[in-house]
């Protein structure tokens, strides 16, 4: 079934990192597991990962999706040179307040590393 809209599309091929782009913009965990699903690639044009993308929206449910499929290398260096722990670690430390924000990313993302 195909309908215009893309909420029934079956075809991977029909979606783009842009979408899952979208799904974690507009935080939809739903699409976001579905598209992934697909098998939609998980690769972007773009210099950072989908999981520096989750660090900077400080969500770890996004996180952990992503860490859960094993397809995105957390040790990725960012144009800037940086991993998504790096990235955590300075917002964390810009973010005085918002530390209980970031711990928990920050722990997930070492424990991935071991």
Known sequence: MIRIDKTCVNYPERYTAEDIGVAIDKRNINELKRLIDLGVNLDRDYPSTFIHVAVRRASCEILDIFLATKKIDVNYRNDDGRTALHCAVDLAGQMRGDL?????????LLADRE
Do not use: A
């Not at 209980?100 to 997930?108: A, D, G, S």
């Open 100 to 108: 209980e924000k970031y711990l928990p990313i920050i722990q997930r």
